[in-house]
């Protein structure tokens, strides 16, 4: 009895010191930088009874979470830094379905998403298209991000 009474403690106090999802704090958390209307940096800090996989999630989930605040529909996650010991930043790109926009590499036309003149449902349907085509895994829906990433609270 007195063994279970132990590993029941322990259990209670190790699953309290996890990060929890929220504006960071003394326990870690997320916090977010308005860069330009449409730019964020994104960062998540956690500590030592966090994997690094749910802090990425998480600054991914609360970059979503920007997205949809403001009316974006897409977003592009730049390429991640990690800081500390425990952390990750994303700068992180938004855009609105109602808008053409060009992704170019070394000066030429990489791929284009149309959303100009089309329904959103097109258009989402389109950028899913561009995303397996061309564009690759750092670009997302950004209602997609909240399904794939809502795990991460």
Do not use: W
Not at 5 to 25: H, K, N, R
Not at 78 to 106: A, D, H, P
Not at 124 to 133: F, L, P, Q, W, Y
């Amino acid at each position: 009895m007195k063994n279970l009474f132990y590993a029941l403690l322990l259990l209670v106090i190790t699953s309290a010191c996890q990060t929890p999802y929220g504006s960071e704090g003394f326990m870690g958390g997320y916090s977010d930088i308005k860069i330009s209307d449409s730019t964020y940096r994104v960062s998540y800090a956690g500590n030592d009874y966090i994997s690094f996989r749910i802090i990425r999630a998480r600054a991914k989930l609360r970059a979503g979470e920007i997205a949809i605040q403001n009316g974006f529909d897409y977003l592009v996650f730049g390429g991640s830094e990690s800081y500390r010991r425990r952390g990750v930043t994303y700068t992180v790109r938004m855009f609105r379905f109602n808008e053409n926009i060009r992704f170019n590499s070394k000066g030429k036309t990489v791929c284009t998403i149309k959303g100009e003149g089309l329904s959103k449902v097109d258009a989402e349907k389109h950028v899913r298209n561009k995303i397996a085509s061309c564009l690759g895994s750092n670009y997302l829906i950004a209602t997609d991000v909240i399904k794939i990433y809502g795990y991460a609270r």
